[in-house]
């Protein structure tokens, strides 16, 4: 099975902050990997797939990067609507699996 | 615009079978994969399986012994089977599109807790 390790597992950050956030396979994906971001009582939301593509509806300061083993997700600009929950996730292999997250929290 | 529900008791006892039906709604179920995830309180995702409207499936190695997930196109569901649950089983299960084009999952339903308790 392939394990997914984020880092930070938590992060404070403030209005208009850059922010990234890591996520390691622990073989290669290629570029199949997802990010999802989650707010406290709702459904993952999909943010960027295939490693670095944006999702439609997804706004611009939200980008991703990376392959094989090693990703990350880059918020330009935080805006207060950004705080929450991010998920990594791989589909190259069976069972898909996904990140232990990372909670986004405010300064 | 494609909407997820689902649907089923939110308390199993011990050693019984949990049983979530979701309704595709705004699209077709057909040429698809559906898939569910769980998430137990306070913790991570957990993918548990996909189906193809045409009825393959794979599944959680760690579920599988335990596991059926099946659809009905005609009535544009599909639905989870879990037996011999545990209090481990107790979480928010969610439905979703995918793996889609793009090996993603793109739409969710809201989400539904099944508590596992006597």
């Known amino acids: 099975d392939i394990q997914m390790t984020q880092s930070p597992s938590s992060l404070s950050a403030s209005v208009g902050d850059r922010v990234t956030i890591t996520c390691r396979a622990s073989q290669s994906i290629n570029t199949y990997l997802n990010w999802y971001q989650q707010k406290p009582g709702k459904a993952p939301n999909l943010l960027i797939y295939?490693?670095?593509s944006l999702q439609s509806g997804v706004p611009s300061r939200f980008s991703g990067s990376g392959s094989g083993t090693d990703f990350t997700l880059t918020i330009s600009s935080l805006q207060p609507e950004d705080f929450a929950t991010y998920y990594c996730?791989?589909?190259?292999?069976?069972?898909?699996?996904f990140g232990q997250g990372t909670k986004l929290e405010i300064k | 615009q494609v909407q997820l529900q689902e649907s089923g008791p939110g308390l199993v006892k011990p050693s019984e079978t949990l049983s979530l039906t979701c309704t595709v709604s705004?699209?077709?179920?057909?040429?698809?994969?559906w898939t569910w995830v769980r998430q137990p309180p306070g913790k991570g995702l957990e993918w548990i399986g996909y189906i193809y409207y045409t009825g393959s499936t794979n599944y959680n190695p760690s579920l599988k012994s335990r596991l059926t997930i099946s659809v009905d196109t005609s009535k544009n569901q599909f639905s989870l089977r879990l037996s011999s649950v545990t209090a481990a089983d107790t979480a928010v299960y969610y439905c979703?599109?995918?793996?889609?084009?793009?090996?993603?999952?793109?739409?969710w339903g809201q989400g539904i807790l099944v508590t596992v308790s006597s």
């Open positions: 295939a490693a670095s």
């Open positions: 996730q791989q589909s190259y292999s069976i069972p898909y699996s």
């Open positions: 979703a599109r995918g793996p889609a084009s793009n090996w993603d999952f793109d739409y």
């Open positions: 705004g699209g077709s179920i057909s040429s698809y994969y």
